[in-house]
C-alpha cells in the first residue's frame, strides 16, 4: 500500500526557519497537502495543492514539492506553531486512497 | 457560517455496530464530497472513506471496506458512517471532512470537532 514518509520531530529555534518533509512516490503526480493539529483539536488545513495557502493562514507558512519530496515551510517559527503536523496525498494507482504521512511533531524553543 | 457536528460515538463491545452522523451547516451540503477520517489515541491520522456529493460514488480505506459504509442524506444535510463487526483496533476520534469539491479532488477543507469511539468489553 501507498505509504507517506515524514521526519517523527523537528525542532528549531525561535525565528528560524522550520523545514517538515514529505516523501511519497506519487508525489510527482499528486498534490501534498498540509495540516496542522493542535493537543485536542481537529486538523487545520495550512497547506494545499502542494504551495496554495487559504485564507487565514500566516504567510510564514510556504509549502513546495519536487521530485517525490513535499516540504513544509515555516519562516519564523514562533512557540505558537509548536505543535503537530500532517501530509497528505493519494496514490497515483487509481484506487481511490487518501494516505496521511506519519505527522511530524515540531518543537519550537 | 460553516459547521460540521459529528456525534454518535460512545463505548461498544467487539463484534457490535454503531452509527456515527455529521450534522452540516453553512453551505450547499449536496454540492460537496463529504469524508471520515479517524485518529487512535495518540497515533496520526488516517482516511476511512469517501463519499460524493450526489452519493453516486464510495471509496473505503482497506482496513474498513466490507465492514463500514458511508452514507449521505442530502435532504436533512447529514453525512454518516455505519460501522459493523467493530475491533478494538476501530477505537479512535473520527471526524467528518468537507471534500472542495463533489468528492473528486479527494482531500479536506473544513473539518468537524469529531466523536469518540471506543471499542471494548
Known amino acids: 500500500s501507498y505509504e507517506l514518509t515524514q521526519p517523527p520531530s523537528v525542532s528549531v529555534s525561535p525565528g528560524q526557519t522550520a523545514r517538515i518533509t514529505c516523501s511519497g512516490d506519487?508525489?510527482?503526480?499528486?498534490?501534498a497537502y498540509w495540516y496542522q493539529q493542535k493537543s485536542g483539536q481537529a486538523p487545520v488545513l495550512v497547506i494545499y495543492e502542494d504551495s496554495k495557502r487559504p485564507s487565514g493562514i500566516p504567510e510564514r507558512f510556504s509549502g513546495s514539492s519536487s521530485g517525490t519530496m513535499a516540504t513544509l515551510t515555516i519562516s519564523g517559527a514562533q512557540v505558537g506553531d509548536e505543535t503537530d503536523y500532517y501530509c497528505y496525498s493519494t496514490d497515483s494507482s487509481g484506487n481511490h486512497r487518501g494516505v496521511f504521512g506519519g505527522g511530524t511533531k515540531l518543537t519550537v524553543l | 457560517q460553516m459547521q460540521l457536528v459529528e456525534s454518535g460515538g460512545g463505548v461498544v463491545q467487539p463484534g457490535r455496530s454503531l452509527r456515527l452522523s455529521c450534522a452540516a451547516s453553512g453551505f450547499t451540503f449536496n454540492s460537496y464530497g463529504m469524508h471520515w477520517v479517524r485518529q487512535a489515541p495518540g497515533k496520526g491520522l488516517e482516511w476511512v472513506a469517501v463519499?460524493?456529493?450526489?452519493?453516486?460514488?464510495?471509496y473505503y480505506a482497506d482496513s474498513v471496506k466490507g465492514r463500514f459504509t458511508i452514507s449521505r442524506d442530502n435532504s436533512k444535510n447529514m453525512l454518516y458512517l455505519q460501522m459493523n463487526s467493530l475491533r478494538a483496533e476501530d477505537t479512535a476520534v473520527y471526524y467528518c471532512?468537507?471534500?472542495?469539491?463533489?468528492?473528486?479532488?479527494?482531500?479536506?477543507?473544513?473539518w468537524g470537532q469529531g466523536t469518540l469511539v471506543t471499542v471494548s468489553s
Open positions: 463519499i460524493w456529493n450526489d452519493g453516486s460514488k464510495k
Open positions: 471532512g468537507r471534500d472542495p469539491c463533489g468528492g473528486d479532488c479527494f482531500w479536506f477543507d473544513y
Open positions: 506519487a508525489l510527482p503526480k499528486k498534490y
